[in-house]
């Protein structure tokens, strides 16, 4: 009985150290490179999470997806930061295309300001820069409820957008009314609603850190971040297989996007900020593409595109990204983030972004790219 007992304890043992070994983030994590290494070493210091998606494509056209993960847990709150904004643009577009009377072009203004914006305007800086103005115009349009529902609709359960970003009073319930102007003059009005109270989140680590500034002064408790926006990782890179893989979800679980809606989201989702008229010393290649080139000024090459969104505040830094080099015929998506706050203390604006998150993520993403580059070369042999 002991030999079977002992023989059964090798066979696990060898069943999961081939699983490790075949497993890229796995792989990835085990790196020599330092920048990985660091963060690798003390994961739950840094409340690492990834998700790593190998993407195979069959001669029928079939798409296959395969997942792997890292330390991902739905229950473990991470501040999403800007990442809401992909939620919040797709939506958006969304009920545009449900609209007959205007359209990515059409003109409008939020509470009768004289400021008028486009859709389209509106889109290209959510994805160049991150502008949080502008997606708080697609809140206004929608409102919190709208979106929580339209998500859960989609299968997308275990998300709460809750407030607006960088906005004065930005969790009010009462969203500003839009007003859309058609060629033709006429003025169609979006009326404001009035949504549900926040109710705050009861998840592992909503509590973080030592303490926080607050109007200048020090609190020594733990910052709560119990009525902030909740994006787990898991919906994140699920809301991005939606949009680039549409065709692996059924149409209840799809955004219901017109061709000409989506075409556009997809190019604005990899479009850089020299290529959306914005000052490329200012606003870098990398500015808003953390894996592979969020640690460095440098060009991205041609043949690199990447489709994604990011997310910094907080100490938190977040991307989640589709990666395609055209050239070489690589393609995988990969969503991660990490906590970089070495005094435990909030909204002091000292955060090793540049010191140790952007370098991970840099660092991270071209290794997952080695990986997919080396993989192909085999195959090709």
């Known amino acids: 009985m002991y030999r079977f007992f002992l023989l059964f304890c090798l066979l696990c043992l060898f069943s999961n150290c081939k699983s490790a070994k075949n497993n890229p983030v796995q792989q990835v994590l085990r790196s020599e490179n330092n920048a990985i290494r660091k963060v690798a070493a003390q994961s739950e210091f840094y409340e690492l999470q990834i998700i790593y998606t190998d993407i195979k494509r069959k001669k029928n056209g079939e798409v296959v997806l395969k997942d792997y993960k890292y330390n991902v847990e739905a229950s473990n709150y991470f501040y999403p930061a800007s990442t809401v904004k992909l939620p919040i643009a797709v939506l958006a577009l969304e009920k545009l295309s449900r609209m007959e009377d205007a359209d990515v072009n059409t003109v409008f203004t939020i509470n009768s300001d004289k400021s008028k914006f486009t859709f389209s305007d509106d ?12 997606s708080n115009d697609f809140y206004e349009l929608m409102g919190r409820d709208y979106i929580n529902q339209e998500l859960n609709n989609k299968g997308l359960k275990e998300v709460r957008i809750a407030h607006r970003l960088s906005a004065p009073n930005s969790g009010a319930a009462q969203t500003k009314e839009i007003s859309f102007y058609k060629k033709d003059g006429q003025e169609i009005t979006i009326p404001s609603v009035i949504d549900s109270k926040i109710l705050p989140l009861k998840l592992n680590k909503i509590l973080k850190g030592e303490g926080y500034y607050e109007n200048g002064k020090l609190i020594n408790s733990p ?7 909740y994006l787990p990782l898991e919906t994140l890179h699920g809301i991005m297989k939606r949009i680039v893989f549409p065709d692996n979800f059924s149409s209840k679980e799809r955004f219901d996007l017109s061709p ?31 894996f592979m080139f969020g640690d460095t000024k440098e060009s991205i090459p041609a043949n690199i595109k990447i489709y994604n969104k990011v997310g910094d505040a907080y100490g938190t830094l977040v991307d989640c990204a589709y990666i395609v080099d055209e050239v070489n015929g690589i393609e995988f998506m990969i969503s991660a983030t990490l906590l970089v706050n070495e005094d435990q203390i909030f909204n002091d604006d000292t955060y090793e972004y540049d010191q140790i998150g952007l370098p991970f993520l840099g660092q991270l993403g071209r290794a997952f790219y080695d990986l997919n580059l080396k993989e192909k070369k085999r195959n090709n042999l």
Not at 266 to 277: K, S, T, V
Request: charged residues 30%; hydrophobic residues 30%.
């Open 123 to 134: 889109l290209r800086k959510i994805f160049a820069v991150s502008s949080n103005e502008a």
């Open 223 to 229: 910052m709560d971040f119990s009525t902030k926006n």
């Open 260 to 290: 000409e809606n989506r075409k556009l989201l997809l190019y604005d989702m990899q479009n850089l900020p020299r290529d959306a008229g914005y000052d490329p010393k200012e606003y870098y290649d990398g500015y808003c593409k953390f």
